[in-house]
């Protein structure tokens, strides 16, 4: 790999800095692997405390998927920005679009999620990924999800 291409992890200080996002909204403890804009692997670690067990579902809590689909999107987001390809007046990185969603395994308090996203396309501000979820390397979601960076 040329270091040109490899970036460094984004700790979750770097994450919030990158990012509007906060708890209880925040879908991504670190990024690793960044290549410019082109990859990277978000993760993160479900725990038992989050809010949204208290209603998905009380007696036998699983990870939404929805919240997965967000934290595909926030993976890109951190790598768009920390690619430095949005520019350093960065305000705000929006969710555009989502394709192809599936779901295909439960996700449960214990474990750790990684969002594998790659770059399928962009065009200026715009960035279109291929994203999958994985527990202990299954596939357990994907989808192919869009952002937009607004610079003031």
Known sequence: MDDKTKLDSADIARILKSLPHRYPFLMIDRVIDMR???SAIGIKNVTANE????????????????????GMAQTAGVLCIC???????????FFLTIDKAKFRKQVIPGD?????????????????????????????????????????
Do not use: C
């Open 36 to 38: 410019v804009d082109e």
């Open 83 to 93: 690619s430095g390809e949005a520019g350093s007046t960065t305000k705000s990185v």
């Open 51 to 70: 809010p949204q067990f208290m209603g998905h579902f009380p007696d036998n809590p699983v990870f939404p998927g929805v919240l997965m689909i967000e």
């Open 112 to 152: 750790t999620i990684e969002y594998h996203v790659t770059k399928i396309a962009r065009k200026r501000m715009m960035w279109w990924y291929r994203a999958e979820a994985r527990v202990q390397g299954s596939l357990v979601a994907e989808a192919e999800v869009g952002a937009m960076i607004v610079n003031g």
